[in-house]
């Protein structure tokens, strides 16, 4: 799939309109996972307004594209997005991580009934996408998970993936968020790219690297229809879009100032979209 | 004489047969679990997932909530065990209709040691909230909680064991979440769990040469379970013993102890089951015994606390 110069205007506006409402988000109360959620933001953008279901999904509908965040640290994108999408009102007590706030630590279906698949344990999304995608073949859908690079060492996700291609899965897309940090510092996985790109391949993947705050290429490989599973490596920065939080891992999930909050607001309202 | 996996077994392949929503997944084990002959007969229906306990469950929560009903199936050590995070998770935390039928559970698979013997799974699940847990002895129970479990959207485990059954009269009314009340006693009760509860039917007779007349109630459903029904049928009863085939921490005897505490005439109370120990290889009669759980020990235990106490 390819967008138009105008959509990929209104898709930068949306990126940065939803920066800001994280940060409103936070400037109620609380302390989220920002840096993690600004740099998957676009991945997430993609997916929900272009990808699934070639639009806005619909998400009573049993054939519906779905989107499992196995990283389940990125609640704050996947908050903002599905109240743009009025999947809900906000309430007064509806503050981050708050008594009876729908806007739980991690993202909870329980609360938010638009969310496929409670996460935060990490790990576990990928084999319950795989779980859906099984069901997909038969009923017409697509799956497509999210993990951290640094999700990466938890050996159900090996599992996970030794399995897809033996199940011979090709409804199901991985998106690899490779912002290079995780809560205690680098990540501690493969440096180099280009050889966690040859793993997968070697398991049998179709695989590709990519800016993963491009629009353009995160759309043309999430809509690629391929006869194999396939992994896309989307090379991010973590804090994405605010200057001092760019690869700054302070910011993993720190409970940001009053003036920080307003200095990033000023920045990427300064930059325009 | 069948065991109670092949029942299970042959109890899904009648409801996945009619049911095509019923999907079960194996962990490399098809054969002992005996999910096998599903597998023969349905396969358009059946997963093998390999040596992964982890990965299938959280798939068989995925294919859950697409509307099905997940069967999965392996030794109890490695279901509940190894894949404990994934149960409260996946599974419950998602509210998913998962199924969990775990074969080999307690000594039962004695040849192979302390690894794949399972004595922790009862407080292994009782401590998830919601989960059903149920450990049965006989073959219509066994049907009848097979029935229950996939009618319901609740998830739940069953344990069963690994050796064939002793053929006993199992027409007693079985309702789900009511201790099932084997034989009427007095003063002494006998109360077990799962396959134990042949070797408590044979204490109880030899009890008999002694002049005793004990209770004994069986309970397969450890949750839910009808706390007031344990009450009613333990309140006068002074010597009060579980048997499991199972650590003493978190399983039966934790349960009936926390239920009818203060509410009963009870003088003594003793929990048989796995004392700070794993098991060994051995045939299983031996290691019954050697871990005081066969209908022998069991009788001892109760002559020398009435010993102990001179009374009755």
């Known amino acids: 799939m390819n967008i138009t110069t105008e959509e990929l205007k209104e898709l930068k506006k949306l990126s940065s309109k939803l920066r800001i409402d994280i940060l409103e988000l936070l400037e109620r109360g609380g302390s989220g996972h920002i840096g993690g959620s600004f ?24 054939k519906r594209d779905r989107f499992i965040l196995s990283k389940g640290h990125a609640e704050l994108a996947m908050y903002v997005i599905l109240q743009d999408l009025g999947c809900f009102s906000r309430k007064e007590k509806d503050v981050l991580k708050a008594y009876n706030s729908k806007f739980q630590g991690h993202p909870n279906k329980e609360w938010i009934k638009e969310i496929e ?24 859908f697509d799956v497509y998970t999210l993990l951290g690079d640094g999700e990466l060492q938890e050996g159900q996700v090996w599992e996970a993936i030794i399995a897809i291609p033996r199940l011979n899965i090709n409804n199901l897309t991985i998106i690899i968020d490779y912002n290079k940090y995780q809560l205690e510092g680098e ?52 804090g994405k879009g605010v200057s001092f939080m760019e690869n700054n891992n302070e910011y993993h999930g720190k409970q940001l100032s009053k003036k920080e909050i307003s200095l990033a607001k000023k920045e990427l309202v300064d930059k325009g979209v | ?104 559970a307690g000594l ?11 004595i922790e799974d009862f407080s292994l699940m009782m401590c998830i909230p919601k989960i059903e ?42 309702n789900i979440g009511e201790p099932i009340e084997l034989f009427k006693g007095k003063n002494i009760a006998l109360i077990s769990t799962g396959e134990i509860t042949h070797e408590v039917i044979r204490a109880k007779k030899e009890l008999e040469k002694h002049n005793l007349n004990c209770e ?31 650590s ?3 399983g039966l005897g934790s349960i009936i102890a926390q239920t009818i505490i203060g509410k009963t005439k009870c003088i003594e109370f003793k929990t048989l089951g796995m004392k700070e120990i794993f098991g060994q290889s051995g045939d299983i009669n031996c290691l019954r015994r050697h871990y005081g759980l066969d209908y022998m020990s069991i009788t001892n235990t109760v002559l020398e606390g009435i010993e102990r106490r001179k009374s009755i």
């Open chain 1, 187 to 238: 990540t501690l996985t493969i440096k180099n790219i280009e050889n966690l790109k040859q793993i997968f391949e070697a398991w049998g993947y179709y695989t590709k690297i990519i800016n993963g705050h491009d629009y353009e290429s995160i759309i043309r490989e999430c809509s690629l229809k391929l006869e194999k599973p396939k992994v896309i490596i989307a090379d991010t920065i973590k």
């Open chain 2, 133 to 174: 847990v149920f450990a049965p002895a006989f073959k219509n129970e066994t049907i009848k909680i097979m029935k229950h479990i996939i009618e319901t959207k609740t998830p739940a485990y069953i344990r069963v064991g690994r050796s064939e059954i002793v053929e006993t009269n199992d027409k007693f009314e079985y």
């Open chain 2, 216 to 246: 004994v109630i069986h309970i397969s459903s450890l949750r839910p379970l009808n706390e007031k029904s344990i009450v009613k049928l333990l309140k006068d009863m002074k010597y009060i013993y579980t048997i499991e085939e199972h």
């Open chain 2, 248 to 250: 003493i921490h978190g």
């Open chain 1, 39 to 62: 740099s998957c933001l676009e991945i997430l953008i993609s997916l929900y307004y272009k990808i699934m279901n070639k639009g806005i999904p619909n998400f009573t509908n049993k």
């Open chain 1, 117 to 140: 698949f409670s996460t935060g344990s990490l790990g576990q999304g990928i084999s319950f996408a795989l779980g859906q995608a099984i069901c997909g073949r038969e009923d017409g």
């Open chain 2, 1 to 104: 004489m069948e065991a109670l996996r092949d029942v299970i077994s042959a109890e899904l392949k009648k409801i996945g047969k009619e049911n095509k929503n019923l999907i079960v997944i194996d962990c490399d084990m098809g054969t002992h679990t005996r999910m096998k002959k599903f597998f023969d007969t349905l396969p358009n229906q059946s997963f093998q997932m390999g040596i992964c306990e982890q990965n299938a469950m959280s798939v068989a929560s995925g294919i859950a909530q697409c509307g099905k009903i997940s069967v999965i199936s392996t030794f109890s050590s490695f279901l509940v065990g190894r894949a404990w995070e994934q149960i409260r998770h996946s599974v419950v935390y998602n509210n998913s209709n998962v199924k969990l039928i775990g074969t080999h």
């Open chain 2, 108 to 118: 039962s698979d004695s040849d192979d040691g302390g690894t794949h013997q399972c």
